[in-house]
């Protein structure tokens, strides 16, 4: 039995639970991988990329190697639809266990420190009145007086915070809705729309074109994007070979496509574009 490389980290687990399953296959075979190769009608280096988890193989692979090898071909095509929606939605992030939060202790609120209270000079007219001051107990309204100054301070910051909050919100608000609304004079975020490809053949100089490429040499592999995609998602349609619809995206419809070529033109069969791929289809 092969010992496997351990996969890439942070590869999805549903790509990772097919490749697991596609390593077991092949094991079960007894099958080298260039075997495995001549077996299926897919290259060596097809098969080193689909069982590394560097690419994700076709169905048509999927099920050669399920005939070869004598398994189940529905539950690793189940599989192989899983990987490709994972492919699809994004990278895999895997969570990290996170601290449980603390809560604070809640501080407090701080009381209102009263103003010292002012010492007034002796009135002159009050017979009670000594040159040492006023000898009379204090009652302690002067103290009240001075505990609701503080408290009346407090509201009127309050106030004043309330109303600064609403100017802001009136400020902010008939921007935002401009901006909403595409007024003029507003700063508006340009959302990207999705490139648009078509295939419009021509024939130059007894080659095929599409309008979206001229290239001839563009290496092209799976996970690529871009009109040269396009392109070829172009020329394998006018072959008559369906490659999964004009999206300029290299996914596993597109290189099975590119596959059935290559054996349709009598080339060697890897799945990638290089310059005979391109002078077949442009032919």
Same mark, same amino acid.
């Given at each position: ?5 351990? #996969?890439?980290?942070?590869? *999805?687990?549903?790509?990772?639970? #097919? ?36 690419? #994700? ?14 398994? *189940?071909?529905?539950?690793?095509? !189940? ?21 449980? !939060? ?31 001051? *006023? ?62 490809? !078509? ?57 099975? !496509? ?11 069969? *890897? ?13």
């Amino acid at each position: 039995m092969a010992r496997w490389r351990a #996969l890439p980290t942070g590869i *999805d687990p549903a790509v990772a639970a #097919l490749v697991a399953h596609l390593r077991k296959a092949k094991d079960f075979s007894g099958l080298s991988i260039k075997q495995l190769g001549s077996a299926t009608g897919y290259s060596t280096s097809s098969w080193e990329r689909y069982l590394s988890g560097r690419a #994700l193989p076709p169905p048509a692979a999927v099920r050669s190697l399920a005939e070869v090898v004598g398994a *189940d071909p529905v539950r690793l095509l !189940a599989l192989l639809d899983a990987a490709v929606n994972a492919r699809r939605s994004g990278p895999f992030e895997p969570e990290s266990p996170s601290e449980p !939060a603390v809560p604070s202790e809640p501080t407090p609120p701080s009381e209102p420190v009263p103003p010292s209270k002012p010492v007034l000079p002796p009135d002159p007219t009050r017979p009670e009145a000594t040159a040492a001051g *006023d000898d009379r107990p204090d009652t302690g309204v002067d103290g009240d007086r001075h505990h609701l100054a503080g408290w009346r301070q407090l509201g009127l910051l309050g106030c004043g915070m309330v109303v600064g909050a609403v100017m802001v919100l009136l400020l902010v608000q008939p921007t935002q809705v401009a901006a909403a609304r595409g007024v003029s004079g507003t700063t508006a975020v340009a959302v990207p729309e999705a490139t648009a490809f !078509a295939c419009s053949y021509t024939r130059q100089g007894g080659r095929w074109y599409a309008g979206n490429s001229e290239t001839r040499t563009h290496q092209l592999v799976v996970d690529m994007t871009g009109p040269a995609v396009a392109e070829l998602q172009c020329l394998l349609q006018r072959a008559g070979i369906t490659p999964g619809g004009i999206d300029g995206n290299f996914g596993p419809l597109t290189e099975s !496509a590119v596959i059935q070529a290559q054996k349709k033109f009598h080339l060697d069969v *890897d799945g990638q574009v290089g310059p005979s791929t391109w002078a077949a289809l442009r032919g």
